[in-house]
């Protein structure tokens, strides 16, 4: 069955950055769309970042946009968010996705299928 397995978080000081990792498993990776999204407290679930089979195209929510990076290694099966000057409201965990159809550019969560368990990223100020 597919897995998604994410890792890099942690806590971390405003202005420092991380890169997210998120490791596929049970498919084949290289003709799914991945996506990235985060859930603060209280808040829904919203989307981040998503990428296409090839890495050609990029998306990114407004809000992260300049300060986010996402890319992909399918020779590794393995998406990557790389985040830089972190604010205190980037604060939430961090999962990322994918859908079960190929070539399929979705970018609500309800569009995805697969998830992964998660990684915290906490922002102190």
């Known amino acids: 069955q597919v897995q998604l397995v994410e890792s890099g978080g942690g806590l971390v000081q405003a202005g420092a950055s991380l890169r997210l990792s998120c490791a596929a498993s049970?498919?084949?990776?290289?003709?799914?769309?991945m996506g990235w999204f985060r859930q603060a407290p209280g808040k829904e679930r919203e989307f981040v970042a998503r990428?296409?089979?090839?890495?050609?195209?990029?998306t990114y929510a407004d809000s992260v946009k300049g300060r986010f990076t996402i890319s992909r290694d399918n020779a590794k099966n393995t998406a990557y968010l790389q985040i830089n000057s972190l604010k205190p409201e980037d604060t939430a965990i961090y999962y990322c996705?994918?859908?079960?159809?190929?070539?399929?550019?979705?970018?609500?969560?309800?569009?995805?299928?697969?998830w992964g368990q998660g990684t915290q990223v906490t922002v102190s100020s």
């Open positions: 049970g498919r084949t990776f290289s003709i799914y769309v």
């Open positions: 996705a994918a859908p079960r159809t190929p070539y399929y550019y979705p970018s609500r969560p309800d569009q995805y299928d697969y």
């Open positions: 990428i296409s089979e090839n890495g050609s195209f990029k």
